[in-house]
Every structure is written in structure tokens, then in C-alpha cells.
């Protein structure tokens, strides 16, 4: 936003709201923002704050993050011409894990048998799951679904994934799991499983090996988008955007405490070796 000339305490002021992970309390916190008259409410977390906050207000332009397909979820009427008031940015996290097991099967051929995490109550995971399984058939894979809604489900997960015995782990792209991501790749480290990522946020932090978006430049886009809105531009006449670069990162330090060693042409693709 401070491209666009504002400043938080100069001459914008920035209202921040947190459901911390109960969706529940999403109603009353934008219908809170409404009432007080805000230029524009920013969303993050996915299609289901976006959703919530348009279903608050059909006047207070919003601008949504998400990792998600904004126009199969509703949100918005297209791509380049969203409609309405609501426009944003998508990582299309979620379309892009047919591409991580072909990287899981790359790094590892011999792999047969991948547990997926996924968080039950985020309602993309009705099509992710049907995508997914599809994706196995074709690369000839058995996977198995781990269901995970909070913190202490994931630890019940992973539980479940060493009596799998699976060759290695898949996280579906959720908010949750963003938000546990330290916990997770010590799970799956202490766990010797291979696991794949849907951003580098995970490899940072010691995940063997991601590919998607940046998130980051999302959020970077939804400020730009903000700012113009604020400026008098309509959220309707903003096309979504989509990224336009997916990134490889490899954690070689996680692959070294796995035992693994990563194939020389899976290396050769990567955007980001960690050492």
C-alpha cells in the first residue's frame, strides 16, 4: 500500500481482525468491520473468510488471498472480470498437487504408497480429494487420506501415518496447516517421511521439498489492489491475478537426515537449493 502513497498512522489506518482458526467467529468479526465503515476489507486464510465477508456486504469492496479457484468456489464471476465487490489474488495451491506427486515420484521412484493430509472442513477439499485420487490413478499410486481440522487432529494424523508405513506425505494446501507448519515438518521429520509442500513458507523452515506460488507476492498484489481501491478504482474492474512463476525449492539438509539423495535432474529444475 505504501506504493500507492499510504502509510498506516499518516493517512490510512488498518483495522486487523484474527479467527485464529474458528471459522466460526468469521460472521461476527466482518459484520464488525462493516458496521464501522471500512474503505476495503483484505482477506487471507482462503476462500472461506472471502466468502463470509462477501456474504457480510455487497458494497465494501473486499480483495481476497487465497490459495484456492475463486470462481469454483463463487467468489467471483471470472478470472478478468470479477464482478460485484470482490476482486483479488490466487496462489492456485490447490490445482497444482497433481504436480507435486509426480515430484514426490521424481525424487523417488520407487515410491507406491503416499499418505495425503487434509483438512476435512475446508470445503475444497470435497474436489480436492476426487482430483487427487485421479492424479494417483495415473501415476499409479495408492494414497491414503489423513483427516485434520485442528492441531489436535493433526497429532492424531501422524500417528496414523506411521502405522501406514506410507512412503511418504502430502499436505493439501489449508490454512491450518500454514499456520502448524513448524509442528508438521518436525512430525514428518521425527517420523523419517519424505514430505512435499505447497509453498516454501514449509522448506524454510526445514520441509524436504516444496513447489507452488509465493504467497508472499500475493499479499503484495491484495495491498497494491487495496490501495487502488481506496484511490477510486471498483474491485469489478480488477482482474484476479494469478501467478505467474511456480517455484521449486529442495532442502538439502532435510534430504541429508532423511537418507535421501535427491536425483541430479530433479536438483537441475530447482529455483532454490537449500545447503
Known amino acids: 500500500m505504501a506504493d500507492a502513497g499510504f502509510v498506516e498512522g499518516k493517512n490510512i489506518a488498518i483495522e486487523f481482525r484474527f479467527a485464529d482458526q474458528h471459522l466460526e467467529r468469521l460472521p461476527r468479526l466482518a459484520i464488525d468491520l462493516v458496521r464501522r465503515q471500512v474503505a476495503v476489507i483484505v482477506t487471507g486464510g482462503g476462500d472461506v ?3 463470509i465477508a462477501k456474504g457480510a456486504t455487497s458494497t465494501v469492496p473486499i480483495v481476497f488471498v487465497t490459495g484456492f479457484d475463486p470462481v469454483k468456489s463463487g467468489l467471483v464471476n471470472s478470472l478478468n472480470r470479477p464482478g460485484g465487490n470482490v476482486t483479488g489474488a490466487t496462489v492456485i495451491a490447490s490445482q497444482l498437487s497433481e504436480k507435486r506427486l509426480e515430484l514426490l515420484r521424481d525424487l523417488m521412484p520407487s515410491v507406491r504408497h503416499i499418505a495425503v493430509l487434509i483438512n476435512q472442513d475446508n470445503p475444497n ?3 480436492d ?3 487427487l485420487e485421479a492424479a494417483a490413478r495415473t ?3 495408492q494414497i491414503e487420506f489423513l483427516k485434520a481440522s485442528d492441531e489436535r487432529e493433526v497429532d492424531s494424523a501422524f500417528v496414523s501415518l506411521a502405522q501406514l508405513k506410507a512412503d511418504a506425505l502430502l499436505l493439501d494446501p489449508d490454512p ?3 499456520t502448524l507448519r513448524q509442528k508438521i515438518v518436525a512430525l514428518a521429520e521425527h517420523q523419517s517421511v519424505p514430505a512435499v509442500y505447497y509453498s516454501r513458507d514449509y522448506t524454510d523452515v526445514g520441509g524436504l521439498i516444496s513447489y507452488g506460488a509465493s504467497f508472499e507476492g500475493a499479499y503484495r498484489q491484495a495491498g497494491t489492489y487495496a490501495g487502488r481501491i481506496i484511490k477510486g478504482e471498483k474491485p469489478a474492474d480488477l482482474p484476479v491475478v494469478q ?10 539438509k532435510s534430504a541429508k537426515t532423511l537418507g535421501l539423495t535427491i536425483p541430479g535432474a530433479v536438483l537441475a529444475r530447482a529455483d532454490r537449493v537449500i545447503e
Open 243 to 252: 501467478p505467474a512463476k511456480f517455484e521449486l525449492v529442495i532442502n538439502l
Open 49 to 51: 473468510p472471502a466468502m
Open 139 to 141: 501415476l499409479g499410486i
Open 176 to 178: 491450518l496447516f500454514t
Open 125 to 127: 477439499a470435497e474436489t
Open 129 to 131: 480429494a476426487p482430483d
